[in-house]
Nanobody, 128 residues
Framework: EVQLVESGGGLVQVGGSLRLSCATS??????????IGWFRQAPGKEREGVSC????????FSADSVKGRFTISTNNAENTVYLQMNNLKLEDTAVYYC???????????????????YGKGTLVTVSS
């Protein structure tokens, strides 16, 4: 069974930084084609793909709202994915979810339309 566990959320001021982590189990990055990434859902809004990375073609996808501020990375040895968030804004406040999809497609596809498995999420609150 694939499981994803997020950590690193919290309260941060505008302009600050946070690093989210997602520990995975049930599959290995090196042995399985996958797209892994981060989604978020703000109060009253739909869930949106934030940043994703495909292992099958190496492509990445980032939402326009976070380009230049958020960076996705992985530690393949530890099957962990990270999201470094810099210059945080009030509108970044949301529950952030780690997610993985096992279709062999470019990252933008599952990052735009949804993935197979999601974690339970971690709350990021940006305050003024």
């Amino acid at each position: 069974e694939v499981q994803l566990v997020e950590s690193g959320g919290g309260l941060v001021q505008v302009g600050g930084s946070l690093r989210l982590s997602c520990a995975t189990s049930g599959f290995t990055f090196a042995d399985h084609d996958h797209t892994i990434g981060w989604f978020r859902q703000a109060p009253g809004k739909e869930r949106e793909g934030v940043s994703c990375l495909s292992s099958s073609d190496g492509s990445t996808f980032s939402a326009d709202s976070v380009k230049g501020r958020f960076t996705i990375s992985t530690n393949n040895a530890e099957n962990t994915v990270y999201l470094q968030m810099n210059n945080l804004k009030l509108e970044d406040t949301a529950v952030y979810y780690c997610a993985v999809d096992f279709a062999r497609v470019a990252a933008r596809v599952p990052c735009s339309y949804g993935m197979d498995v999601y974690g339970k999420g971690t709350l990021v609150t940006v305050s003024s």
